[in-house]
């Protein structure tokens, strides 16, 4: 017995479809004249968004100038009053160390001013690594870090 014969793939009955090739335009939802409509309409609905942002950061620039003008003096003062606060425990912490040395004077060198033409009110400031001398020098190299960038 032989084995049956082998169909050959042939086109369906009635053959294949015919290829569609003709161009199908587009589905138009908007005509020109509505784009351009849309497009100023959101354009303008934008711009007038942004006048108001505007508006209101200028509000918030001159509330916050306003502000900062008004804390300085006081921001000044307590930035004084820290300053002279550290002298004074600088100056307390010299006549602490040197208080065994004989014929120191705090603020002078062994009895001697150091500036003899000065009066004795005046404020001499100090170098910033006087103002710093009795702290931990990873405190006193932040400072300086932070004192260069001002």
Request: glycine share 6%; charged share 25%.
């Amino acid at each position: 017995m032989g084995s049956p014969a082998k169909l050959q793939d042939l086109p369906p009955k009635g053959g294949y479809q015919n290829i569609p090739f003709a161009r199908v335009p587009a589905k138009t939802y908007f005509k020109g004249w509505q784009m351009i409509a849309g497009y100023a309409g959101i354009s303008t609905v934008g711009l007038f968004l942004y006048w108001l942002n505007v508006k209101e950061n200028h509000r918030n620039e001159i509330e916050m100038r306003s502000a900062r003008n008004v804390i300085y003096p006081l921001l000044l003062a307590e930035r004084d009053r820290e300053y002279l606060k550290q002298l004074r425990r600088n100056r307390d912490e010299e006549a602490e160390l040197m208080k065994n040395v004989e014929g120191w004077e705090v603020g002078t060198w062994y009895g001697e001013p150091v500036f003899k033409t000065l009066p004795k009110d005046k404020l001499i400031e100090p170098t910033f690594q006087e103002f710093y001398v009795h702290t931990d020098y990873k405190h006193m190299a932040n400072r300086a870090d932070v004192k260069l960038m001002n």
